[in-house]
């Protein structure tokens, strides 16, 4: 049981709606080091497409758990749970974890220090549902489950298999008492955040982000279910002369808005949570936190 008697802060919101800038700033100003909460950014191979913080943008604040692991070992929560644990056993006097990202579950798995059990995924079963078709998948599936899904998310293979695989799951998932933390949300008006969402994949296609799906292709990682998510999904097809690379942008803006809106969903979930894109108040309530 993951056991930290000191303050947490996170910084958690929707894709684009700034909470890296935000969470970097905070941490130049109260002596912290960003814990990533996205279940993307842990894997090296993908990092334009994810919107990984590059070392540049990293400077000279300590960054914990980005970029860490092959898309090859495959992740889960619970090596998430036990990852965190281990940075905040190594944490420096006075320095303070401010937990970053938008994946609303790896937080809650840490905050609430959920009971866990290895087997949430298994690789073999992974790899053999990753080659299903939609029809095959959608069939696994109860008729009720199925029909509780939206419609992006009945036809999308990667939240098919994740709903399969959560039926299948013998994990606990049992809530202790939380942890000391601090709990923002970066709100953003929604137009505010849809043109960030478009400004965001412009650029990831000006950093690269066809070359790095085709490189991922070259190097035979697009088998993993890593790969199956927003930012290279998109590019199946592409390669093969299917679909134009502005149709490729479309897909990956529009599905990147759906998932933004997911993620608002699960945050407002948490009452105790402060919604609020104001620095000045998001470090002033820090403050307060720390020095209680």
């Known amino acids: ?49 994810t919107a990984r913080p590059t070392k540049k943008e990293m400077e000279d604040i300590p960054h914990h758990l980005f970029g860490h692991t092959s898309l090859k070992n495959g992740y889960n929560i619970f090596q998430y749970q036990k990852d965190v644990e281990n940075v905040l056993k190594n944490l420096k006097n006075n320095e303070i974890p401010i937990l970053v990202g938008g994946s609303g579950l790896y937080i809650d798995s840490v905050l609430f220090k959920y009971s866990l059990i290895d087997n949430e995924v298994d690789p073999v079963k992974r790899r053999k549902l990753g080659k299903m078709g939609i029809t095959e998948l959608q069939h696994l599936i109860p008729t009720a489950i199925l029909n509780s899904l939206n419609e992006s998310d009945s036809k999308n293979p990667v939240r098919l298999i994740r709903t399969i695989e959560k039926l299948d799951s013998k994990r606990e998932k049992k ?11 970066i709100d953003q008006p929604k137009e505010i955040l849809d043109k960030n969402i478009e400004q965001r994949v412009q650029k990831m296609f000006q950093n690269g982000l066809e070359e790095e799906n085709k490189r991922i292709r070259k190097l035979g990682l697009q088998k993993y279910l890593s790969t199956k998510t927003i930012g290279y999904q998109e590019f199946d097809g592409y390669f093969e002369g299917e679909k134009s690379i502005e149709r490729v942008k479309e897909e990956i803006i529009n599905h990147t808005k759906q998932y933004a809106k997911r993620q608002k969903t699960w945050f407002r979930k948490h009452k105790h949570a402060k919604w609020s894109n104001d620095y000045n108040y998001i470090l002033e309530q820090s403050l307060k936190f720390i020095n209680t």
């Not at 000191?6 to 960003?34: D, F, H, Q």
Request: proline content about 5%; glycine content about 8%.
């Open 175 to 185: 809530r202790d008492r939380p942890l000391n933390h601090i709990y923002f949300v």
């Open 1 to 49: 049981m993951l056991e930290y008697s000191g303050p947490i802060i996170v910084i958690a919101g929707p894709t684009a709606s700034g909470k890296s800038s935000i969470a970097m700033k905070l941490a130049r100003e109260i002596n912290g080091v960003i814990i990533n909460a996205d279940s993307k950014q842990v894997y090296k191979e993908i990092s334009i497409g």
